[in-house]
């Protein structure tokens, strides 16, 4: 059963910085294609960045140059550092982990809130 917990959300300030944290069980870490996404209130989720297992990433437009995405094979956990915050970022941020090979949304954390308020 998979298993993805995120954690590492809270309240910053624009121009602060938050590193997200999700760890996985359950899966073969290195089979997976990991992903953060994103919903704000009133917004379809989006995809903010994603990390495959031979480490190359990809970002949404929005967040290129603040922020990385990583992931620790050996800990079977995923980062997303997230620096120059803005209040547009303010969403709650979801884990996501897709086997390489299937099709499908795969699965999902329980998110954690990030809220950029002044």
């Known amino acids: 059963q998979v298993r993805l917990v995120e954690s590492g959300g809270g309240v910053v300030q624009p121009g602060g910085s938050l590193r997200l944290s999700c760890a996985a069980s359950?899966?073969?870490?290195?089979?997976?294609?990991m992903s953060w996404y994103r919903q704000a209130p009133g917004k379809q989720r989006e995809l903010v960045a994603s990390?495959?297992?031979?480490?190359?990433?990809n970002y949404a437009d929005s967040v290129k140059g603040r922020f990385t995405i990583s992931r620790d094979n050996a800990q079977n956990t995923v980062y997303l550092q997230m620096n120059s915050l803005k209040p547009e970022d303010t969403a709650v941020y979801y884990c996501?982990?897709?086997?390489?090979?299937?099709?499908?949304?795969?699965?999902w954390g329980q998110g954690t809130q990030v809220t950029v308020s002044s």
């Open positions: 990390v495959h297992s031979s480490a190359s990433t």
């Open positions: 359950g899966i073969i870490f290195n089979m997976y294609a």
């Open positions: 996501n982990a897709r086997k390489y090979g299937t099709v499908g949304q795969g699965d």
